[in-house]
Each structure stands twice: as structure tokens, then as C-alpha cells.
């Protein structure tokens, strides 16, 4: 497969993230994300969540907090499968 194939087959959604600036790599950290709402639903103080997810996938306390901080943010728009109807929420 050629990368404009794959291109061609994800274009509505690469555009919608693109239009909420959804980085590429963020679906890394979708596990990480439900792991610390767990975590803060068990009473542990975020802080803690915090070290203990950057020890747990070997990654700095500081690209927790900026995920942690994408992933918990709303979604500014979105766009229909024509691309001609855009909302914000």
C-alpha cells in the first residue's frame, strides 16, 4: 500500500483532527489517559498519578501532563462527510 492510499481512506478523520489539533501520536497515550482516570477515581491525588504513569511507560513526568492535557480537551469542531457543514460545540 502506497501512503495517498492510506491517505485516502482516513482523509475525513485526518481532517477533523487536524481542525482540533489532534497530534499524530496522541493515540499513544489513549491507555495511559484511561489509566489515570482510574487512578483519580481511586482517590489517588494527581500528582501521584502522574509520576507513577511517566515510571510506568518510561517517559518524563512533563509528556504526561502536556497528554494527559490533550486528551482531556473538548473537540472545537467537527466536520460532516461532505465537509460543508461546520459546528462549534
Do not use: H, P
Not at 481532517?15 to 482510574?38: G, L, P, T
Not at 482517590?43 to 502522574?50: A, D, F, N, Q, T
Amino acid at each position: 500500500m502506497k501512503v495517498v492510499e492510506l491517505l485516502k481512506i482516513g482523509t475525513e478523520l485526518l481532517k477533523v483532527m487536524s481542525e482540533n489539533d489532534v497530534m499524530r501520536d496522541d493515540w499513544r497515550f489513549v491507555k495511559m489517559y484511561e489509566e489515570f482516570q482510574a487512578m483519580r477515581t481511586n482517590g489517588l491525588k494527581y500528582r501521584e498519578c502522574v509520576r507513577m504513569l511517566a515510571e510506568d511507560y518510561g517517559i518524563s513526568t512533563a509528556t504526561v501532563v502536556r497528554a494527559l492535557r490533550r486528551l482531556a480537551g473538548n473537540c472545537t469542531s467537527y466536520t460532516d462527510r461532505n465537509n460543508a457543514v461546520r459546528v462549534a460545540a
